[in-house]
């Protein structure tokens, strides 16, 4: 999503009165969130205790009459170069749970200023955004340029899930203030955003997306050599607002496109190595070095590649995948 994505519209066939009395309503119940105070747990989609991360499903507002549905994410923030000194001082209370010889464990309180955590509100929230952060057994698809045509394209055409939220921070009209770099160009352009699972102040959390301004590149699959010279472009002025502007030399970043990706309009994703960004399991990243490579060497490459990925039971895809008899 843009860090936990944001998830695309659903397309649903809603008359449009209610559909505004709906959005109007939840405008209403969120507009002026500054705690969770208003917000109604209802239960845990997905949780990690490693990576400190929780996604909830709840409503924000009154009664059930003008409550609005919502998916909350919550991520504890990691420690701070500038800060830690603060961790070890009389303020973190300690309590002793074991000890051997000289290694000796404790649980312990962090004073306020350290305890800090980052959200991420869906609100209006609909089925496919609780669908999105459930966890769910995953499935592997091993992706025949046949099996392309005739089970996934089609499933992604059917849903024409929106990217007008895509549009809005191409156009300027979202998130404008948030923009790392631009490059106009309709054809090689892009915009450079901050994921929102980085405050932009960690170099090394570091996380950025590249979205391309040109239109209809969908993922991968839709790659061929005539978009090279967008891709280098990316590559390279990607790596040289990231050294201008934080210091991070090429050779520690990672560029990679995700299979499937979250939404279907071509982005790149940019993290610094050593920083365990979300989606770089080899089952879903692709190298953009890689990309450019098969390209150079096949124009077509990714309409004729096998393709591995992995999907959500019961998802959308999953079950197209199931009734395609793929799973049999």
Request: proline letters at 4%; a negative charge.
């Given at each position: 999503?843009?860090?936990?994505?944001?998830?695309?519209?659903?397309?649903?066939?809603?008359?449009?009165?209610?559909?505004?009395?709906?959005?109007?309503n939840?405008?209403?119940?969120f507009?002026?969130?500054?705690?969770?105070?208003?917000?109604?747990?209802?239960?845990?989609?997905?949780?990690d205790?490693?990576?400190?991360?929780?996604?909830?499903?709840?409503?924000?507002?009154?009664?059930a009459?003008?409550?609005a549905?919502a998916?909350?994410?919550?991520?504890?923030?990691?420690?701070?170069?500038?800060n830690?000194?603060?961790?070890?001082?009389?303020?973190?209370?300690l309590?002793e749970?074991?000890?051997?010889?000289?290694?000796?464990?404790?649980?312990?309180?962090?004073?306020?200023?350290?305890?800090?955590?980052?959200?991420?509100?869906?609100?209006?929230?609909?089925?496919?955004?609780?669908?999105?952060y459930?966890?769910?057994?995953?499935?592997?698809?091993?992706?025949?340029?046949k099996?392309?045509?005739?089970?996934?394209?089609?499933y992604?055409?059917?849903?024409?899930?929106?990217?007008?939220?895509?549009?809005?921070?191409?156009?300027?009209?979202?998130?404008?203030?948030?923009?790392?770099?631009?490059?106009?160009?309709?054809?090689?352009?892009?915009i450079?955003?901050?994921?929102?699972?980085?405050?932009?102040?960690?170099?090394?959390?570091l996380?950025?997306?590249?979205?391309?301004?040109?239109?209809?590149?969908?993922?991968?699959?839709?790659?061929?050599?005539d978009?090279?010279?967008?891709?280098?472009?990316?590559?390279?002025?990607?790596?040289a607002?990231?050294?201008?502007?934080?210091?991070?030399?090429?050779?520690?970043?990672?560029?990679?496109?995700?299979?499937?990706p979250?939404?279907?309009?071509?982005?790149?994703h940019?993290s610094?190595?050593?920083?365990?960004?979300?989606?770089?399991?080899?089952?879903?990243?692709?190298?953009?070095?890689?990309?450019?490579?098969?390209?150079?060497?096949?124009?077509?490459?990714?309409?004729?590649?096998t393709?591995?990925?992995?999907?959500?039971?019961?998802?959308g895809?999953?079950?197209?995948?199931?009734?395609?008899?793929?799973?049999?």
């Amino acid at each position: 999503m843009l860090a936990a994505k944001r998830a695309a519209c659903d397309g649903e066939v809603v008359d449009e009165s209610t559909k505004k009395a709906k959005l109007d309503n939840a405008a209403t119940a969120f507009q002026h969130v500054s705690s969770f105070g208003d917000f109604k747990p209802r239960r845990i989609l997905s949780e990690d205790a490693r990576t400190k991360f929780m996604a909830v499903e709840g409503t924000f507002g009154g009664d059930a009459s003008d409550s609005a549905a919502a998916v909350v994410v919550v991520e504890k923030t990691p420690f701070s170069r500038e800060n830690y000194e603060l961790v070890f001082t009389a303020d973190t209370k300690l309590e002793e749970t074991f000890h051997n010889d000289v290694y000796t464990s404790y649980g312990g309180k962090l004073s306020a200023a350290l305890n800090g955590l980052t959200a991420t509100v869906i609100c209006p929230a609909t089925q496919k955004h609780v669908d999105k952060y459930l966890f769910k057994p995953q499935h592997m698809i091993t992706e025949t340029p046949k099996l392309y045509k005739e089970v996934t394209e089609p499933y992604i055409t059917s849903q024409q899930l929106s990217l007008q939220w895509v549009y809005n921070i191409l156009e300027h009209k979202k998130e404008s203030e948030r923009i790392l770099f631009e490059d106009p160009d309709p054809e090689t352009g892009f915009i450079l955003l901050p994921d929102m699972k980085w405050d932009t102040k960690q170099p090394e959390n570091l996380y950025v997306l590249a979205i391309c301004h040109k239109h209809g590149i969908r993922s991968l699959r839709d790659l061929t050599a005539d978009h090279l010279s967008l891709l280098r472009n990316i590559n390279e002025k990607v790596k040289a607002a990231l050294l201008l502007q934080f210091g991070v030399p090429s050779h520690r970043l990672r560029g990679y496109l995700h299979y499937q990706p979250s939404y279907y309009h071509l982005h790149v994703h940019f993290s610094v190595l050593g920083f365990d960004a979300p989606g770089t399991q080899v089952e879903r990243a692709h190298l953009l070095s890689t990309v450019i490579s098969n390209l150079e060497a096949f124009p077509d490459y990714y309409q004729k590649a096998t393709l591995g990925f992995t999907v959500k039971e019961g998802d959308g895809l999953h079950a197209k995948y199931k009734e395609a008899g793929y799973f049999d």
